[in-house]
């Protein structure tokens, strides 16, 4: 059996693992012996830890074998190039530990807010979790001890009355009904804007509505967020808005994001997003749906989600809590 040999500054060891030689370089010589009892309790345990591939490496099989298949794809193989290119990209699956893990999630804060890294590294759980049980290039998975940063407290953005009237001369709609049909491209954002407003679909969802999608009362998506089709049933003025453009609103997601944040800065509206209407929206069905119906309306599987999205002020409910009371009172007398 061959011993580890120095080789300048670092250690090199090899060893021959399933009839196959593989070597790796070591700091000291008891890291590399202690890499060789590693490998051999592997062995041992049916596990083999890959000694021949980087964490690059374990990336660009990902992209190519899972992320093609979903609906992230883009997000997904910007993010594992961007990976492959960090400094845990070079690191070997052999070497692979928790405290690499913590130190590219420390050196990602100081460019990128808390939920980015957090789903990067939901990211990096789900790839080193297929590199283990399917490619067996790692024993354990190294993210399972590496805490995630502290999630922001959720938005709880309100849109007022005179932030929709505001962004619809911005974008050159006149909101008193003297329009039946849009005539610009700024028109149908606006139009778009007031409809997320009464549905609470995402942007995605509106931009991807066509002709024969909605029937009646009822918006048919074939594609959602999670991948699964939804109806969404639609208010009376949700309706006007479709009778406006019955072959859909003729926009894509870049166009609609790059021209309301136009709109808005013309509007001078400070901290409003587009997704903010989703928010605005489930708030004032909640008013009006039960949360079951609101649940399947919205499209969230977990009752839970619900209270990301609603919104509803202390001076709201206190209002409702009033009119309730003034309405037992009466009854009583």
């Known amino acids: 059996m061959a011993s580890p040999y120095k080789d300048g500054k670092r250690w090199r060891h090899r060893i021959m693992v399933q009839g196959v030689r593989v070597s790796g370089t070591f700091d000291t010589k008891a890291a590399a ?12 345990s049916g596990v083999l830890v890959c000694i021949t591939k980087t964490c690059a490496d374990a990336f660009r099989r990902y992209e190519l074998q899972v992320s093609r298949n979903k609906r992230g794809y883009r997000w997904e193989a910007g993010r594992l190039a961007a990976m492959a290119e960090s400094s845990l990209g070079r690191i070997t699956m052999a070497e692979l530990k928790s405290c690499h893990i913590a130190a590219w999630r420390d050196e990602r804060l100081r460019s990128v807010q808390g939920g980015t890294v957090t789903r990067e590294m939901n990211l990096l759980s789900h790839v080193f979790s297929v590199a283990r049980k399917e490619w067996q290039w790692l024993a354990t998975n190294p993210t399972r001890d590496v805490a995630r940063p502290k999630a922001k407290p959720h938005r709880d953005r309100r849109i007022t009355q005179d932030e ?8 050159r709609w006149p909101n008193d009904g003297s329009l039946s049909r849009p005539e610009t491209v700024q028109q149908r954002i606006a139009l778009a804007f007031l409809f997320a407003i009464e549905t609470a679909m995402r942007a995605g969802e509106i931009c991807a509505l066509r002709a024969g999608d909605v029937n009646g009362c009822v918006a048919r998506l074939k594609m959602t967020k999670n991948g699964l089709p939804r109806n969404v049933a639609l208010s009376p003025r949700a309706m006007e808005i479709w009778a406006m453009v019955p072959d859909g609103f003729g926009i894509k997601t870049a166009t609609l994001d790059a021209m309301f944040r136009a ?10 997003t587009f997704h903010d209407t989703r928010h605005e929206a489930i708030t004032r069905l909640a008013g009006k749906l039960n949360v079951l119906e609101l649940a399947r309306m919205v499209g969230h599987h977990d009752i839970k989600q619900l209270q990301t999205y609603y919104n509803a002020s202390a001076e709201d409910i206190a209002k409702k809590l009033q009119v309730q009371g003034e309405s037992h009172v009466f009854k009583e007398a």
């Not at 012996?33 to 041992?44: F, P, T, Y």
């Not at 929709?164 to 974008?171: E, F, K, S, T």
């Not at 709109?263 to 409003?272: P, Q």
């Open 263 to 272: 709109a808005r800065k013309r509007a001078d509206i400070e901290g409003l």
């Open 164 to 171: 929709i009237d505001r962004i619809c001369i911005a974008l």
């Open 33 to 44: 012996l202690n890499w060789e009892a590693e490998q051999r309790n592997a062995l041992s």
